[in-house]
């Protein structure tokens, strides 16, 4: 195992909720707040701006992924079969490929492909594009490495949630049933925004501003996420990119060869949780970037009196009891979190909660306030200490 060591800095005492000392967890680590990270770029080309519906204009071909990670794919985290779609999006032509278009084929669900013509295109979402829960149950959004969908910077670009009334329910349990199952892959999701969008029956804020998932199986495989950003303040909202809720049978998320940011100005930013949020929920992430994604509440969370709480997990954000993270293959570097965690934000409640980083390099992810001494970008509070292995860890 390699990493540097945060010199010994000033411990703090519990911040977040259940984040009473430990003795199997590492100390947090009170970090001075000038602190920074450079502004080095991966090698990510960001797709163009946003234009009006139907489609913007043409994006490069995506380049998802960290092309050093080497980590084995397992058999559930290969791309799905798309060879026969149910759904076709588009008749050979750019103007074909409308926003209209991919709400009323997601509604529909299956496995969802696009024929827009040959060259890279951007979809500039009018709406938010919604999974109904009797859809399915499986459903395929395959971009052919050519589709960016965008927010236009107003809306949230996906939502499927198995407990919100106005999308069905499908059983008696709806935060733990197998369906729907839902895979994003080849596809770009840029410039979503779901400030002030609520989520479930009483429509509080839910993070998520590419996607919001809750319920069912969900997948990610070789997709880009850019400028996505969720409400700025909030003790526990979170996930620019992705937030998800309530896997059946708390099975992981996957998310294979997958960048998130990549280059200045191109990263998510939430009030928790650049990148990812979740509660209660297990990852495995693969052969995947994190970079120049930022936490930007303040206050942490509990909030501190006078706050509005927030402010991180830099790049990933987990919360909850019992739950995994496993990260191999991986690039995390140049994110920041206004609080704690500048790369990873880590909380199991209960203690039963573990994470492994193998084969990864995290480096320059600046944790504002607070992290665990000894890993650098990482606040940690779970089982036993984190699982370092054939890593960097770096300031």
């Not at 084969?359 to 992810?365: E, F, I, T």
Request: aromatic share 6%; glycine share 14%.
């Amino acid at each position: 195992m390699r990493f540097r060591v945060v010199p010994a800095l000033i411990a703090v005492g519990a911040l977040l909720t259940g984040c009473l000392a430990n003795p199997t967890t590492p100390a947090p680590t009170e970090l001075p707040s000038e602190s920074s990270s450079d502004a080095a770029a991966a090698e990510v080309t960001a797709p163009t701006d946003a234009t009006p519906s139907p489609a913007g204009p043409p994006a490069p071909r995506l380049q998802a992924g960290n092309p050093a990670g080497t980590a084995p794919i397992p058999p559930e985290a290969q791309p799905e079969d798309t060879s026969r779609p149910d759904h076709v999006i588009g008749d050979g032509t750019p103007a074909s490929c409308t926003s209209d278009a991919v709400v009323e084929a997601v509604a529909q669900g299956g496995v969802i492909t696009f024929n827009c013509g040959p060259d890279p295109v951007t979809i500039t979402m009018t709406r938010t594009a919604k999974i109904y829960n009797a859809a399915g149950p499986r459903i395929v959004i395959d971009g052919g490495g050519l589709v960016t969908l965008s927010g236009g910077g107003k809306h949230r670009i996906l939502y499927m949630n198995t407990c919100d009334r106005e999308l069905g329910w499908t059983t008696p349990h709806c935060d733990n049933q197998d369906h729907p199952q839902l895979t994003v892959q080849n596809i770009a999701f840029v410039d979503g925004n779901a400030s002030g969008a609520g989520v479930g029956n009483d429509r509080v804020p839910g993070g998520g501003g590419a996607i919001f998932v809750r319920g069912g199986r969900f997948k990610v495989v070789n997709a880009v996420f850019l400028r996505n950003r969720c409400d700025s303040t909030g003790p526990d909202v979170g996930g620019a990119a992705l937030r998800v809720l309530d896997q059946f049978e708390d099975r992981p998320v996957y998310v294979v060869n997958s960048t998130f940011g990549g280059a200045p100005g191109q990263g998510g930013q939430c009030s928790n949780g650049g990148a990812l949020s979740s509660i209660g929920v297990s990852w495995v992430v693969l052969n995947s970037v994190f970079s120049d994604n930022s936490a930007i509440g303040y206050g942490a969370n509990p909030a501190r009196e006078g706050t509005p709480g927030g402010g991180s997990g830099g790049a990933i954000y987990a919360d909850g009891n019992r739950f995994t993270i496993h990260i191999a293959g991986s690039l995390i570097e140049h994110n920041d979190a206004a609080e704690g965690g500048g790369a990873i934000f880590f909380v199991s409640n209960n203690r039963t909660g573990t994470l492994s980083i193998e084969d990864s390099v995290l480096r320059n992810n600046r944790s504002g306030r607070f992290e665990t001494r000894g890993y650098p970008g990482i606040f940690f509070l779970g089982a036993q200490p984190p699982t370092v292995s054939g890593s960097t860890l770096s300031p």
